[in-house]
C-alpha cells in the first residue's frame, strides 16, 4: 500500500490511517489490523482516486468524493526519482480510468490534467477531441464556446465555479449546475466538487475538479415530475377545447419548442391547439390552427394517427419538409418556424386512434432523440386519455341539453295582457338530465295553462317521467278545465306506467285572461304553492300543496282561486330556489316571501331573474339542486 486519502480512510471504517509510512499500509495489506479494525483485502477492489500533485499523492480533504488505494509489491531498491515516475505512472493509468471527470487547473485557469471522462464529458461538445487539444484549449475559449447554467435555469457567473472558488482559497460546497453547448445547444447536468491543492506554505497551486455526468438522474427527474405535473393538469377540467389547449402546452418549453395538437374528425386530421415558447410567434401559431391535415397521408401526423407508430426526425430536411406539408401555404409557414428537430406521436385509446401530437425544435437548437421519444410517447398516452374524458364528457353534455331542452318548452308564448319569464338552472356541471320542468300552453282563445314540476331523481328514468308528465298534462287540459282534475289525471297514467316508485311535485295553474282582471285557479300535487306579488310589493301564496303524484291513488288535491290585476306576478318555482344554498341555509316561507317582496318592480323576466340571483347569493358554489322559476306579470 502506496497511499491512502481520507476518504479511503473512511471507505473501510478507519483501518488506513491517512498519510501513514508504508509499511502500516504494508501491515493492513498482510491482513493485520490497524487501530483494532480488522480489513478484509478484498473490500478494497476496484478504487476510486481523487488527486494528484507533481507524481506524489497527497491527501484531498475530507470532502473528496473517491477513494484513493493504491496497492503495490514492495518496490525494488532505487532511486527515490524513479520510485516517483512509477507511482506517477500508475496514478496516470488510475485517474485515466476513473468514470468521473477529473480537471486540474492553474492559478490563472489553464487545464493541467484532464483525464478521459473529462474530454468525453466537456471536450469532444466543444469541439476538442482529445485530451492534448483540450489542454492546449485557452481558457477564454472553452468559457465561450459553453453556457454555464445554475440548477434552476439561470447564467453563472465564472466566478462562482467551485474550482474558481477553490483557486481563490475556498473549500467550496459541491454544486449541482449544467452547461449547453452554445454551438449545438446540447446540454448536460454535473455535480461539481473542487478541493485547493496547497504548497508546503499554505498557497494555492493549483485546484482539482471532479465532475460527475448526472444527466441521466436528471433526466429522470424531470420526466417523472413533468408527467406527474401533466397528469396533474389534465385533470383539472373536462372542457374539451381548454384540455387540447393543455396537452399543447405540457411539453413547451422543457421538451419542445412548438407542440401542436391534431384530433380526427370529420374532415380529416384538424389542427385544434397549438402552442409555442415564443410569445413573438403568436400571430404564426394562429395560422397554424384549423389546419387540416389529409387523414391519409403517408408521412407526418397523419401516418403516425392511423398507424399509431411514433416517426421520430432527430434533423429534418427540406424533403421531409415539403413531405409533410399540406399545401405551399403550410410549407411557408413550417419554413418560417425554422424545424431543426421533430417527432409525431400518436394519441389513441383502446386501440381507437384519436389523433397524433407533433413536437418541434426550432430556435433552442435541441435534437429530438430516442430518450425524449419514449417521454413524449408516455405524455401523448396520458394526453389521449384526458382528450377521449373531454370528448366524452361533451358528448354526454350535449346529450343532456338537447333532452333536456326538449322537456322544455323552446320560446315561451306571447299572451295578451300578461308579460312571460322563466329560468332554468341544471345542478352541478349539467351534464345530467334534470327533473325540473316547466310549460306554459294555451288550451283556447282566452285561456291558458301554466305547469311547473319537479321529478324524483336525475337522468334517463326522470327524464321519461318528466316527458310522461308533460304530455299527459297537455292531452289532459284539452279535456278538463281544473287544475286538480288535470294532476289527479296525470296520478292516474303514472300508477298506470308502474315507474319503480318514481314520483312527482307539481303545480298547475288555469289562467283565464277573457275578462277585466285575470282569473286564476291554482292546484298542487306536493309542490310548494305558487306565489303572487302584488303590485304594491306584498307577497300571498296561492294553492294547497296536496298529496305527492304518482304513490296513492286518490290524491289530496284541491283548486284554489283568486283573481290579479295590473302589476301583479305570479311566481311558480322548485325547491331548488329554497334549498340553493343547503345544507348551510334554507329559505323558509317567510324569508322567500321578503326576498321577493324586496325585488324592484320589473319585467316578469327580471323578476324570475332576481329570485334566483337572491337565492344563490353568497354560494360559490353551483347548486345543489336543479332552479325553474316561470313568472307572469299582469300588463294592465
Not at 409 to 419: A, F, K, N, Y
Not at 538 to 550: K, S, Y
Request: aromatic share 4%; hydrophobic share 45%.
Amino acid at each position: 500500500m502506496a497511499f491512502a486519502n481520507r476518504a479511503a480512510h473512511r471507505l473501510v471504517g478507519g483501518a488506513f490511517p491517512v498519510a501513514e509510512e508504508r509499511d502500516v499500509y504494508a501491515r493492513v495489506a498482510a491482513g493485520a489490523p490497524v487501530s483494532g479494525v480488522p480489513f478484509p483485502l478484498d473490500t478494497a477492489r476496484g478504487p476510486r482516486v481523487l488527486s494528484a500533485s507533481g507524481g506524489r499523492f497527497e491527501p484531498a480533504g475530507d470532502a473528496a468524493p473517491v477513494a484513493v488505494l493504491t496497492l503495490d509489491e514492495r518496490a525494488e531498491p532505487g532511486s527515490q526519482r524513479d520510485e516517483r515516475e512509477r507511482l506517477g505512472r500508475e496514478l496516470e493509468a488510475i485517474l485515466a480510468g476513473v468514470a468521473d471527470a477529473v480537471l486540474a487547473q492553474d492559478p490563472d485557469g489553464t487545464l493541467v490534467y484532464v483525464n478521459d471522462a473529462a474530454v468525453r464529458l466537456l471536450g469532444v461538445p466543444s469541439g476538442y477531441a482529445d485530451r492534448a487539444a483540450l489542454l492546449a484549449a485557452d481558457p477564454r475559449d472553452l468559457a465561450a464556446r459553453l453556457e454555464v447554467l445554475s440548477e434552476d435555469g439561470r447564467p453563472l457567473p465564472a466566478e462562482r465555479l467551485p474550482g474558481r472558488r477553490a483557486l481563490a482559497g475556498e473549500d467550496p460546497e459541491p454544486m449541482t449546475l449544467r452547461y449547453r453547448v452554445r454551438a449545438t445547444g446540447a446540454s448536460r447536468w454535473m455535480r461539481v466538487k473542487a478541493q485547493p491543492v496547497r504548497d508546503a506554505t499554505g498557497r494555492v497551486t493549483r485546484a482539482i475538479n471532479v465532475v460527475e455526468d448526472i444527466t441521466d438522474l436528471k433526466q429522470v427527474e424531470a420526466t417523472l415530475r413533468l408527467l406527474a405535473d401533466a397528469s396533474r393538469s389534465l385533470a383539472g377540467s373536462l372542457d374539451y377545447e381548454e384540455t387540447l389547449r393543455h396537452v399543447a402546452s405540457l411539453a413547451v418549453p422543457d421538451l419542445a419548442d412548438w407542440c401542436m395538437v391534431d384530433v380526427l374528425g370529420e374532415r380529416g386530421l384538424e389542427r385544434m391547439a397549438v402552442a409555442h415558447a415564443d410569445p413573438a410567434l403568436a400571430g404564426l401559431a394562429r395560422e397554424m390552427e384549423g389546419l387540416v391535415v389529409d387523414a391519409s397521408g403517408t408521412e407526418g401526423p397523419a401516418a403516425v394517427a392511423r398507424t399509431g407508430r411514433s416517426e421520430l426526425h432527430p434533423h429534418v430536411d427540406e424533403t421531409h419538409l415539403r413531405r409533410a406539408a399540406v399545401d405551399p401555404r403550410h410549407h411557408e409557414l413550417v419554413t418560417q418556424l425554422g424545424v431543426r428537430s421533430s417527432a409525431n406521436v400518436p394519441l389513441s385509446v383502446r386501440g381507437e386512434p384519436l389523433g397524433a401530437m407533433t413536437l418541434v425544435i426550432t430556435t433552442s437548437g435541441r435534437v429530438l432523440g430516442a430518450e425524449q421519444l419514449g417521454v413524449l410517447e408516455e405524455l401523448g398516452r396520458r394526453a389521449a386519455v384526458a382528450i377521449d374524458s373531454a370528448q366524452q364528457y361533451s358528448q354526454r353534455s350535449a346529450i343532456a341539453r338537447t333532452l333536456q331542452n326538449s322537456l322544455l318548452p323552446p320560446v315561451l308564448p306571447e299572451i295578451t295582457g300578461l308579460d312571460a319569464g322563466a329560468v332554468y338552472r341544471p345542478a352541478g356541471d349539467g351534464t345530467g338530465v334534470g327533473g325540473d320542468f316547466y310549460d306554459l300552453f294555451t288550451v283556447a282563445e282566452d285561456e291558458w295553462i301554466a305547469v311547473i314540476g319537479d321529478v324524483c331523481g336525475k337522468g334517463a328514468e326522470a327524464a321519461a317521467v318528466t316527458a310522461l308528465a308533460r304530455y299527459t298534462i297537455r292531452s289532459a287540459a284539452v279535456r278538463r278545465r281544473s287544475p286538480g282534475a288535470i294532476l289527479r289525471w296525470l296520478n292516474d297514467a303514472m300508477l298506470r306506467q308502474d315507474r319503480d316508485g318514481r314520483f312527482c311535485t307539481i303545480a298547475c295553474v288555469h289562467i283565464d285572461t277573457s275578462r277585466p282582471r285575470i282569473r286564476l285557479a291554482a292546484a298542487c300535487g306536493g309542490h310548494p304553492p305558487a306565489l303572487l306579488r302584488r303590485a304594491g310589493g306584498e307577497v300571498e301564496e296561492l294553492g294547497a300543496p296536496g298529496t305527492l303524484l304518482g304513490l296513492v291513488a286518490d290524491p289530496a288535491i284541491e283548486d284554489r282561486m283568486t283573481e290579479i290585476g295590473p302589476g301583479d306576478t305570479l311566481l311558480l318555482y322548485t325547491d331548488g330556489v329554497t334549498e340553493a344554498r343547503a345544507p348551510e341555509h334554507m329559505l323558509g316561507p317567510e324569508e322567500l316571501h321578503a326576498v321577493l317582496g324586496a325585488l324592484p318592480g320589473g319585467s316578469a323576466q327580471a323578476l324570475a331573474d332576481g329570485l334566483v340571483a337572491a337565492a344563490l347569493r353568497g354560494s360559490p358554489a353551483p347548486p345543489r339542486d336543479d332552479i325553474a322559476v316561470l313568472a307572469l306579470r299582469a300588463r294592465g
